[in-house]
């Protein structure tokens, strides 16, 4: 199976920051990656599909890059409303997440 | 507009048998590309993909979990059902539903249900 790893597990920005998330496979995962923002207390949502697909209403600030084992999700200028746990997920094989990123306000 | 909403038992015995039941309204599981999926999350902890299928009837099961696992659907009144066998205190938490699409270079889970949580207990 892979191994779907994230960095840093808790990162901690101010508000207007440009945000970076990594999520490193196993082995190639041919850009079968999808990322999922998860709030307290609420469902994952769907972010950004197949690396840098920007899912239907999800504000441009969010994007996504990668290729092969290494991806990466950016959030341009950090709002206060993306506080959050970030979860990547891959499906080029049976479908694995990662264990996600805590995003917290400095 | 889609939603999805799952139900359980709330609460079971070890060695029971977890039936769960995805209710969604807004698409159907005859659309071609369409497909409803279970993920669960223990409480405070990351999330586990565990079955799919699709509106031409392929399943697909966490391998890890396969033998456990039977995931099904009724169509005609939008549900999608879940078992799982032999349950221990480790399957104790939120069981969500997702709309998947499927086809494809594509798979992503667009729709989430709120989730409903599950117990296993003596």
């Known amino acids: 199976d892979i191994q779907m790893t994230q960095s840093p597990s808790v990162l901690s920005a101010s508000v207007g920051d440009r945000v970076t998330l990594n999520c490193k496979a196993s082995?190639?995962?041919?850009?079968?990656l999808n990322w999922y923002q998860q709030k307290l207390g609420e469902a994952p949502k769907l972010l950004i599909y197949?690396?840098?697909n920007l899912q239907t209403g999800i504000p441009s600030r969010f994007s996504g890059s990668g290729s092969g084992t290494d991806y990466t999700l950016t959030i341009s200028s950090l709002q206060p409303e993306d506080v959050a746990t970030y979860f990547c997920?891959?499906?080029?094989?049976?479908?694995?997440f990662g264990a996600g990123t805590k995003l917290e306000l400095k | 507009q889609v939603t999805l909403k799952e139900s359980g038992p709330g609460i079971l015995q070890p060695s029971q048998t977890l039936s769960l039941t995805c209710s969604f309204s807004?698409?159907?599981?005859?659309?071609?590309?369409?497909?409803v999926s279970w993920i669960r999350q223990p409480s405070g902890k990351g999330l586990e993909w565990l079955a799919t299928i699709c509106w031409e009837d392929s399943k697909g099961y966490n391998p890890s979990l396969k033998n456990r696992l039977t995931i099904s659907k009724d169509t005609s009144n939008n549900q999608a059902f879940l078992k799982i066998t032999s349950v221990d205190t480790a399957d104790t938490a939120i069981y969500y539903c997702?709309?998947?699409?499927?086809?494809?270079?594509?798979?992503?889970?667009?729709?989430w249900g709120q989730g409903v949580m599950v117990t296993v207990s003596s």
């Open positions: 997702a709309r998947t699409y499927y086809y494809s270079e594509w798979y992503y889970f667009d729709y």
């Open positions: 997920f891959q499906h080029n094989s049976w479908p694995t």
């Open positions: 807004g698409f159907s599981l005859s659309t071609s590309g369409i497909c």
């Open positions: 197949n690396t840098n």
């Open positions: 082995q190639n995962i041919n850009k079968y």
